[in-house]
């Protein structure tokens, strides 16, 4: 497929800073590919000098994947395609010593820093005070605010007291030589404030490209602003009505706000959708005409106008379920189509139970998107993190997240001292907590429950080099009983149940592992050979089955065939959302979900459905009046052509059971 002229001028234009409105469908992805390899190519900028930045892991490495295909056999040594985080992790270790750092900074992940948050608070402090408290801290970060910052805008007790936690989470985090998720914009912020270092990453960094720009929150957008400097050097790629992650931080206001601070910003709109059919794009259109645009777009295709829109009015969510699975087992046996071409999309993660079942009762097979993968789960995380450490004592990252799980009465002032202590004698904390010095600064209990651990850890990783490194494993998880301390943790006996599997799970993954491998291999062969499997971690291509996804996982993905259920007034909008004013956000979560078909759309909407264990009257929701009615199929009114489709899905029910019971 050639550049269409719009697509062209968004790669070749570089007088100045560029913004590009890409619709959906319009090939944004396309767009930043092939201006990196003109930029290379063309323009003769050495790959080390443009910086390509995306929101998830999985789009950078999609995107690296293009480029080496675009620019097969040149050198494209040095380009950076990263994340926010990990460009701001580049800036932060350069210039750590800046900020009080020393070198090896560990990153604390949420469950750590909740666990950090718990220890300064009140003891007993209710689960979710904590996490209410951790959000505020991270609020506050994501506005880029300094603990002197959000202390001078104070104006209540609560406040007061919020403030006080920060600057002590604020010295803890320092004192641990650790930062969090949030820092990692924030700090490399405060860094670039300094004219020096601004200068060394405006120079290092000549070109800015930014994915999914509509996403950037306050602190990101400063970061972007800073690298871009006067230059202006920069494309930002995004589109003001897919911007759904206002629970994020994202701000799609920074789209105006690019404009005010780069008056020479130049706008180009892309608008021709190569994904969705005609009448498909003109619902969205319909849909999103409804918001304010300060730049209004309106997708077209060349594709064929398709199929109308079906709205499918049910009796309550089991009817729907029923109802759904009847349509994809009519399109499969009467269109000869696949499983991996249907989604089902819904606002929220409990709709999903129902489909669950019934797929499972008619031997559909379905993949369920946005769950917690393996590795992400926390007993496989702290379990990794405890294999890492008797590999590598040093791993102050591992060390800081399993020394005290299970519990060993180590709260934030014992790994101060300890950490202070590694700081002193250079050393690494697990070191420093077996030296006198250290020992010396804690409780005799705490001393004790200390030494206890490093003496475990010491042993343990030496037996996994010398011998069955899984004897060594193994011994580690009975020595530590992790199986109570699973028990312990659990809300539920089934909770426990479930996460010892995981566990059983992860033991015999990693005994296939050495099993299959050299017999000699000790336990550094075995993390090395376990760390570059880690991209099992990554999410698979599920493959021919039904998609399973809430609307906001399913942004950037497309389908041949979309259901969205569940298209009900406090649903889709959302009821929260509502209360806050946020009508604007939920109508543009549907014209997500509408934009991800690309040749038919299903919408659903329940008469009854059960929440909170009490069957409750839903009204279809209003975005549906705002389709327009020349594009829509309304279900439910017993014409001829309706009663025909009955007949025709019953045959398809009828062929499903055949060909699952061999008739």
């Not at 202006?232 to 992650?245: E, F, M, P, R, W």
């Not at 202070?420 to 250290?438: I, K, P, V």
């Not at 004013?581 to 690309?598: C, F, H, K, N, W």
Request: proline share 4%; charged share 25%; glycine share 6%.
């Amino acid at each position: 497929m050639n550049l269409n002229p719009q697509q062209q001028a968004a790669v070749e234009y570089l007088a100045g800073p560029l913004l590009v409105l890409a619709g959906a469908g319009s090939g944004k992805t396309r767009v930043i590919t092939e201006k990196i390899a003109y930029l290379i190519d063309k323009m003769g900028l050495p790959p080390n000098k443009i910086a390509a930045i995306t929101f998830t892991n999985k789009a950078a490495k999609e995107m690296r994947e293009r480029i080496s295909r675009r620019l097969k056999g040149k050198n494209t040594n040095g380009l950076i395609l990263c994340t926010f985080h990990a460009l701001g992790w580049r800036i932060l270790r350069q210039h750590s010593k800046e900020l009080g750092y020393r070198p090896g900074i560990s990153i604390l992940d949420e469950r750590d820093t909740l666990q950090l948050v718990r220890d300064l608070l009140t003891p007993g402090t209710q689960a979710d005070k904590v996490k209410q408290a951790r959000w505020q801290l991270s609020r506050w970060k994501n506005l880029a605010l300094t603990v002197a910052e959000a202390e001078a805008n104070a104006s209540s007790p609560g406040e007061v007291t919020a403030v006080e936690l920060y600057k002590r989470y604020q010295d803890q985090l320092k004192t641990l030589n650790a930062v969090d998720f949030d820092d990692l914009i924030m700090l490399p912020l405060l860094l670039l404030q300094d004219p020096a270092i601004r200068i060394i990453w405006q120079e290092k960094l000549r070109y800015l490209l930014v994915d999914e720009y509509q996403d950037t929150n306050e602190t990101q957008y400063r970061l972007l602003k800073l690298l871009a400097g006067g230059r202006g050097a920069i494309t930002a790629v995004g589109d003001d009505d897919q911007s759904i992650y206002a629970f994020r931080g994202a701000q799609p206001e920074n789209i105006q706000q690019l404009g005010q601070d780069f008056e020479q910003l130049k706008i180009i709109k892309l608008e021709q959708n190569y994904r969705s059919s005609g009448r498909v794009l003109k619902a969205a259109n319909a849909v999103i005409a409804n918001n304010p645009h300060a730049h209004p777009k309106q997708l077209w295709s060349a594709l064929p106008e398709g199929e109308l829109i079906r709205i499918i009015p049910c009796e309550d969510e089991r009817d729907e379920a029923r109802r759904v699975t009847s349509e994809i087992l009519h399109r499969k046996f009467t269109r000869n189509s696949h499983y991996g071409e249907f989604a089902i999309l819904y606002r929220g993660n409990f709709q999903s139970r129902v489909f669950e079942r019934t797929l499972r009762e008619q031997q559909i097979p379905y993949h369920l998107s946005g769950g917690t993968s393996f590795f992400g789960r926390t007993e496989i995380k702290d379990l990794m993190c405890y294999f890492r450490l008797l590999v590598n004592p040093t791993d102050n990252t591992a060390f800081l997240r399993v020394v005290n799980t299970p519990r060993r009465g180590l709260g934030a002032g014992s790994m101060a001292k300890v950490a202070a202590a590694a700081a002193q004698l250079g050393t690494g904390m697990l070191d420093a907590s077996r030296h006198e010095q250290c020992l010396n600064t804690l409780s005799p209990r705490v001393a004790t429950a200390m030494r206890g651990f490093s003496d475990l850890i010491l042993r343990l990783g030496a037996a996994g080099e010398h011998a069955d490194p899984m004897v060594a494993i193994k011994e580690l998880i009975d020595e530590i009983d992790y199986s109570q301390w699973l028990r312990d943790q659990a809300e539920t006996p089934p909770d426990a149940e479930r996460r010892q599997k995981n566990v059983d799970e992860l033991l015999n993954w990693i005994q296939r592992i050495h099993t299959s491998a050299d017999a000699s291999m000790n336990l550094t062969d075995l993390m090395g050979q376990i760390t570059l499997m880690t991209s099992l971690d990554d999410e698979k291509d599920p493959g021919q089955v039904v998609r399973l996804m809430t609307l906001h996982a399913a942004k950037g993905l497309e389908f041949k065939h979309v259901f969205m259920v569940g298209v009900e007034e406090g649903l889709l909008p959302h009821q929260m959302s509502l209360n806050e004013g946020a009508e604007e956000e939920e109508r543009r979560l549907m014209y997500v979900g509408i934009t991800r078909a690309e040749e038919t759309l299903t919408l659903t909407h329940a008469a009854r459905r059960k929440r909170f264990g009490e069957a409750l009257r839903c009204k279809p929701s209003r975005f549906l009046a705002e389709l327009p009615k020349e594009c829509i199929l309304q279900t439910g009114t017993g014409s001829e052509a309706e009663e025909t489709e009955k007949q025709e899905r019953a045959k398809a029910h009828l062929a499903n059971l055949e060909a699952l019971f061999g008739g």
